[in-house]
């Protein structure tokens, strides 16, 4: 399957050149999930990274809004609480390696359509009032 991934840009740099990077361990991710080396065993060490960098992403736009003061900061931080919580659980799976393939799909939900639902609406929002 070919990568077809991507999110749409909010013109704000840093943010920008943090998704670039994402799309791209989202697609090594996607690649590998379509191809006959999945295993459901391997989830845990193959998301690891996509997984470390959404939430590192999330840390530094919240620092973001924090700086500039942004006054829907609340709403959005929400919005990544819930990606954490949601991968918190997922984690504790992968650690005692009970993943199912459903479950697996529906990481990658939360890794793509989520995720750029998130950029559509929040992220969106935030660039807007940041290049005001
Ligand atoms: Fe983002
Ligand atoms: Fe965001």
Redesign the pocket.
Known sequence: MTSQFSLPFTAIKL?DR??AQYVELVNDLSDWFYSADFDTNSLGAQTEAVVAYALE?FDA?EFLMRSHNYPDYEEHEAKHQKFREWIDGYQEKTASSNVTVEEAQRLLHWLTKWFAE??KVD?QKLADFLSR
């Open positions: 943010i943090q998704h992403h736009e998130q950029v992220d």
